[in-house]
């Protein structure tokens, strides 16, 4: 009995130290801050979690190089270049063919003028749906909601409708429209 207590004080020293090693926080995660994440079925076989994070961030902090890549390892990683930031936006399945698509907005560093691509894994590749979208800022964080209205499944088989920005009558606006679904390869690296 007398050794009873040093034996619960050496338990639990050893569960506090075994514990502590496992448990990783926010702070010793450096892409913690940067990482997004979506949930979606994107090889049409399985639901997996797509993964956004920069490849370096031990460099300046301007356009990094991305990865996007599957948790369950169901599609390639995706590397996107010259990113400053890179959001996924869960489209959902657009083309009607069994998997899941998403957007991300490319920013440029300084410019109001970005683009939004549409990704689709087709035939074990990563492709772009339709040509990238070009979207004017303020455009694209209130009128069409942070990118979650830029691009909506179409009543019409084989075509997205679609938001852009453009100007005209010289002012800026926003055309609703529909456009072909076509995939396109994605330029090495962007």
Known sequence: ??????????????YAIGCKSKHHSRESDSLAQYRDTIIGNFDGNNIDTLIAEPIDTTIDRSLWVWR???KSNTVDTLILS??????LIKEGDLDGNGTDEFGVRREAEAGT????????????EWKYLIEPIWTYGDHFYTDLNKGVDVVER???????????????NDDFCIVDTLISIATHSIISQE
């Open 1 to 14: 009995m007398k050794r009873l207590p040093l034996f619960l004080i050496s338990l639990a020293l050893l």
């Open 68 to 70: 996007i890549y599957s």
């Open 82 to 87: 010259q990113r400053y930031t890179v959001r």
């Open 113 to 124: 003028w970005d683009n939004y691509c549409l990704y689709t894994y087709d035939n074990g």
């Open 154 to 168: 179409a009543n019409q088989s084989g075509y997205v409708t679609v938001r852009f920005s453009d100007i005209r």
